[in-house]
C-alpha cells in the first residue's frame, strides 16, 4: 500500500484528515497521519522495495472505542499489524491514539 492510498482509506472513515497537522483548528475528532522513518533495500545499485513507517494519529475529547475500532477494522481489512499507544494532551484537552504501522512497497 502506499501512502496515498492510506491517507483515501483513512479518508473513507468519515472523519477529518490531515497530513502532519490541519491549518486551521480542528475539532475532535480527526485524525492525523505523518511518516514518521522510512528505508530501502538495495541491491546492484538498484532500490528494490522502500518502507515507510508512519504513525496514525486519533485524536479524541473522550475515549471513542467505536472511532478506534473503525481505524481497526480498516487496518486489520488491508493487512496492515499495527501497534498502539494512548497519551492525554493535558493543554489541548485531547486524548492522542497513534497507531504505529508499516507500508512495504
Known amino acids: 500500500m502506499t501512502l496515498s492510498e492510506l491517507a483515501q482509506k483513512l479518508k473513507a472513515l468519515g472523519y477529518p484528515v490531515a497530513y502532519s497537522h490541519f491549518k486551521s483548528v480542528q475539532v475532535p475528532p480527526f485524525i492525523c497521519y505523518l511518516v514518521v522513518d ?6 546492484d545499485n538498484t ?3 522502500k518502507t515507510t513507517y508512519v504513525d496514525i494519529g486519533l485524536y479524541v475529547v473522550n475515549k471513542d472505542l467505536a472511532a ?3 481505524i481497526e477494522d480498516m487496518l486489520k481489512e488491508n493487512e496492515l499489524p499495527w501497534s498502539y499507544d494512548e497519551i492525554f494532551i493535558k493543554d489541548e484537552g485531547v486524548f492522542k491514539c497513534t497507531y504505529s504501522i508499516t507500508l512495504i512497497n
Not at 522510512?38 to 541491491?43: L, P, V
Request: aromatic fraction near 8%; glycine fraction near 8%; hydrophobic fraction near 35%.
Open 47 to 49: 532500490v528494490l522495495s
Open 68 to 70: 478506534e475500532k473503525k
Open 38 to 43: 522510512g528505508d530501502t533495500f538495495s541491491a
